[in-house]
């Protein structure tokens, strides 16, 4: 009797325990939801209204907004000249670059992977050092190079007797400083694809008579078309939603594309909320389809080149050629870290830009601090850096939280509604910055006492805008720990929480640490959400230094970008000491 007792007791408990388990679950998938909803889903709907009206969904009201519903400004923006060829420039001046950075990663993948080139470590540094650069810096360190009258480059050839002379206040400026810094993105999905492709297959084509030229092309590149596909697509996109390089290089010679155009709509008088946000579903309209046939490719399986059986990644000997393959990446280092890092630095510390020949250039009476003491002189300066730091460090510490729950909920439980999570989670991805920061503007511009004019809408901006890539950054390492540590701790009676706690957060450390430091370093250098988000209490370091070039003074936005770069410089290197430290702590207790 007793046992029956018992084991009814044990049932009841079993029964009661599972009960609340379900309820915390359905709490805990509402309240992701609820969140995402907030962040993504709201935005992105007042926007879709605010193209659909001739209102403003918040001060009109949505009910009002919704008897106005019509296809107007689309039909406006369409029949736009000015629209077409803002469009046209974009594809232009994207597809060019992506050739450029399709051409650049390739090579340098081809030869750290599979050739004999000394220093290989070095290249495959310099391949992915130039996405540490802020966009912005990267358009003005060019500039201070090749503008064509007082551009560094063309005052050396001069000096040298040469008549060539550049100009990169135009198109193939433009097209040109996106291929060079858009190239590690190509680099990373063709050098992991070249990593895990086995090298038989190239074997076999050279024994049957084909030339290594002949393999490159027939065997090598077709293989991995499905990485060159991806990164060319990602490229393309992270491309279409920049905003610094095409406002600095293309705006003086009157080249708009449709970041430039968008913000010029919200800057007319009055301004054309309702056009800007035609075009921007435009431009999130064709983000979008282009992600789509990223995940499309990635998902091909008809390109299949990693086999069961072992191997290692072929090495090509190319004899005395490998010192031209090592003098590439040199040259490559060169011309996206050395010449842009001397031309902010000379530009930085010299009185004026006036160079008269190469021999003025080392004149030490012409440099000072100047440009830096009226940096600082102005309060906005040290309050730009202030607001800068306060939502990097908002973003990374809420981002980081918010894609740890989304992570864990998707990677780790099997819940009903992690699919809508993951879903809706994702959806930023299709979505550039700029389109982020008029979509918070439609959302909250007319709320009253609501986030708008905070430090708080740019931060939740920043996340939102963020939240894929943190959340990609952060699914390795929870695919990295086993269930069975889980397992044994619900066993010994921990709950969800306890476990996630004295478990998976210790485990992860190393990873939630670099997905905060991402976060961070995005937020800084982040400027298309922050346009349109900033009032003078809130204006951050990216949109400080738009105001010091379009004010004409090249010396001050040079010191700044320099003030930018270490700072960045210097919180990287802190979190990847962090980082490492975590890591190291973790070997040490699973060891």
Known sequence: MHGQADRRSEVKRGASEGARRRAFSGLWVTALLALLTFLVIYPVFMLLLGALTDTNPVVDGIRLSLSHLSITNFLTVLANPNVGEALLNTLIACGGGTAIAVAIGLLFSWIVVRTNTPFKGFIAAASILPLFAPPLVAGV????LGSPKTGLINTVFKWMGSDLRVDFYSMWGLVFVFGIYYAPYVYMFTS????NMDPSLEEAAEISGASAFATLFTVTFPLIMPAIVSGMLLSFIVMLGIYGIP?????????NVLTTYIFKLTNWSPPLYNTAAAVAILLMVVTGLLVYLQQKVLSGRSYTTVA????????LDLGPWRWLTFALGVVYLLVVVVLPSLALIVAAFRKFMFIRDVASLFDMRQYSLMHFRSIFDNPLTVRSIYNAVEVG??????????AFAIGYTI???RVSGRRAIDLISTLPVAIPGLVVGVAYLWAWIGVPGGLYGTIWILALAFIARFMPDTVKALSTSFMQIHRELEEAA???GRGMLGTIGTIVLPLARPGVLAAMTLLFVLAIRELGSSLFLYTSNTMVMSVLLLDYYEGGNVGKT????????????VLIGGANWLSRGAAQRNVTRTG
């Open 141 to 144: 360190a060019w500039v201070i």
């Open 247 to 255: 406002a600095v290089l293309g705006a003086p010679s009157n080249i």
């Open 558 to 569: 040079a010191a700044f970008s320099l003030v930018q770069t270490v700072l960045l410089g």
């Open 192 to 195: 992991s694809a070249l990593r």
């Open 308 to 315: 069961g059986k072992a191997f290692r990644p072929r090495s």
């Open 393 to 402: 460090i908002i973003t990374a510490v809420a981002g980081g939280a918010l």
């Open 411 to 413: 990677h780790r439980t």
């Open 490 to 492: 619900w066993v010994c």
